[in-house]
């Protein structure tokens, strides 16, 4: 396998299920991202990892968890969720902190929050 | 603040016609910008990527995009659309020395048979 692969594809949870998305990149790169992508909103980007400490949480609600358990990994770990965090979360990596590098993307899971 | 404005929400060209989205940025220092592409229910594909030198990228899929300093711009651009180029485009600025992308609300192409 090769970039960043995320599972599952689409997901349909109840407000009160507990569920992970998983992210896996094969890119050899040191930072991870979790973005958000809404209808009618730009990408919002929700944690950064690099070498697995978070370096970046940008106001998410405490019902998103995120874990980095090594630098080809990333979790987002989901619990309570409102029908307003239905959207594409878009897992990210990059060889960052250079300042020249472009993030290559996942192909994203469909979170429906029902 | 830093901010990445794409003015055009919707576009529509015909197939084989010259295309040109638009992207302003605002930022203090080295720009590094990008342009990516989506298609619906996929990740974003990396289309082109300016960090330096040449203001005239060339990048994948027969795209190609200028650097203007002096206008905060960095447009995209494709001589002849063809319908396969249908999707949403992005343009994104990385903040210097941090792992800050920032992305424009993004510019969806529709191509006319």
């Known amino acids: 396998e090769t970039g960043v692969t995320q599972t599952p594809r689409h997901l349909v949870m109840g407000m009160t299920n507990k569920k992970s998305l998983k992210c896996e990149q094969h890119?050899?790169?040191?930072?991870m991202y979790w973005y958000k992508q809404s209808a009618k909103k730009p990408l919002e980007l929700m944690f950064v990892?690099?070498?697995?400490?978070?370096?970046e949480n940008n106001s998410v609600p405490s019902r998103f968890s995120p874990e980095c358990p090594n630098s080809s990994h990333l979790f987002l770990h989901l619990h309570t969720l409102q029908p307003e965090d239905s959207a594409l979360y878009l897992c990210?990596?990059?060889?960052?902190?250079?300042?020249?590098?472009?993030?290559?993307f996942g192909q994203g899971t469909r979170l429906t929050v029902v | 603040a830093q901010s990445v404005t794409q003015p055009d929400i919707h576009i529509t060209v015909s197939e084989g016609a010259s295309l040109e989205l638009r992207c302003n940025y605002s930022?203090?220092?080295?720009?590094?910008l990008f342009w990516y592409v989506q298609s619906p229910g996929q990740g974003l594909q990396l289309l082109l990527k300016?960090?330096?030198?040449?203001?005239l990228v060339q990048g994948i899929k027969g795209f190609e995009a200028e650097f203007k300093r002096s206008q905060s711009s960095f447009n995209l651009r494709k001589p002849s659309v063809h319908w396969s180029d249908a999707a949403e485009y992005f343009c994104?600025?990385?903040?210097?020395?941090?792992?800050?992308?920032?992305f424009g609300t993004g510019t969806r192409l529709k191509v006319l048979a």
């Open positions: 930022y203090g220092a080295t720009p590094y």
């Open positions: 890119l050899g790169h040191n930072a």
């Open positions: 990892y690099s070498l697995e400490e978070r370096v």
């Open positions: 300016y960090f330096s030198g040449d203001t």
């Open positions: 994104a600025l990385l903040l210097s020395g941090t792992y800050k992308y920032i």
């Open positions: 990210a990596s990059s060889q960052g902190g250079t300042g020249n590098t472009e993030a290559f």
